[in-house]
């Protein structure tokens, strides 16, 4: 008997690996990988898609210069004794605005030359992408202080679009065939429940997981509650109750971005609140119903460096 016990371990893992190698040869032919893009995107095996290093794009009929970090504007300033990263989706990149008008580059001409403000904002991105793409980007900047602007592409619900997204979160598994049988299953579950791109908890996470490795880091963490339409008095959903069930509401993802903030003792800027305390409606502080017009960028960019300078930083 005991003669027989190595023979059945060795059968037993012959076994797994057998049933790996079939869940992989399927996962790569029974699902395709995700269909090239043809917006100006690059492929990416982890993050689904990235900008275009070191070349300028157009993007919502606006020219952007990428810099060859991959980010939105020029070049990294070594002389710079200040480095600051701004993350998040659409709406920092810069949705149809000129490079000079982004979040990013009006908090630039705040502060002056001697801090080198990059910006991080990738069209899309989910936190868990902004967080793996920060990871990437560390070994040739690390920001002394790093802004969060996730939200939106958090809290919007789940389509058939968003495989990539679910890739993410499984690490280098998400590029496998048994990476695109997962992440297919939890795309489905999440649209049969008509669930978020990142429930709450896995939205918690994440800015946690951030907050914590760049506190680690030794660096200076901020966020920003991003702004919407339901933000203001001219919109016509304004003070009305959110649809979604206690816990899914955009005001419960708010929530949990404050509370990440006071459990790191970050700094918090309320979007809403200074957009509105600078005069603007809807109308004026919006494209549509998310991106922010120039004049949104402006009064983020002026309630952001406050913030900062009211910090000591």
Not at 119 to 144: E, K, W
Not at 203 to 211: F, G
Request: charged residues 20%; contains cysteine.
């Amino acid at each position: 008997m005991t003669s027989q016990a190595p023979t059945r371990v060795l059968l037993i893992a012959v076994s797994l690996l057998l049933s790996v190698a079939a869940l992989e040869v399927i996962g790569r032919t029974a699902i395709p990988p995700a269909p090239a893009r043809q917006d100006g995107m690059l492929a990416d095996s982890t993050l689904g898609w990235a900008l275009p290093a070191g070349t300028t794009m157009v993007w919502r009929g606006k020219r952007a210069q990428i810099n060859s970090l991959g980010l939105r504007g020029p070049e990294p300033r070594a002389q710079a004794t200040t480095r600051m990263l701004i993350v998040g989706d659409s709406s920092v990149f810069g949705d149809g605005l000129n490079d000079g008008q982004t979040l990013s580059a009006q908090i630039a001409a705040l502060l002056g030359p001697d801090v080198d403000v990059q910006n991080g904002g990738v069209p899309g991105y989910t936190c868990q992408q902004s967080r793996v793409f920060l990871d990437r980007i560390l070994v040739r900047f690390q920001p002394d202080i790093l802004i969060s602007y996730n939200q939106h592409s958090d809290f919007r619900r789940a389509d058939f679009g968003d495989r990539a997204k679910f890739a993410t979160q499984l690490g280098a598994l998400g590029a496998t065939g048994i990476g695109r049988i997962i992440s297919t299953g939890m795309l489905w579950g999440r649209m049969r429940s008509n669930g978020a791109v990142l429930d709450r908890s896995e939205y918690q996470a994440c800015l946690s997981e951030m907050a914590s490795a760049h506190r680690a880091r030794g660096g200076k963490m901020a966020f920003v509650v991003p702004i919407t339409e339901v933000d203001f008095p001219d919109s016509p959903v304004f003070g009305e109750p959110e649809p979604e069930e206690e816990g899914n509401r955009l005001s419960d993802y708010r929530q949990t971005m404050k509370a990440v903030a006071g459990q790191y003792s970050a700094v918090l800027v309320d979007g809403p609140k200074a957009v509105r305390a600078a005069g603007l409606t809807g109308n004026t502080a919006l494209q549509d119903v998310v991106h922010p017009t120039p004049a949104g960028q402006t009064a983020l960019a002026q309630s952001i460096v406050a913030a900062l300078r009211q910090a000591g930083w």
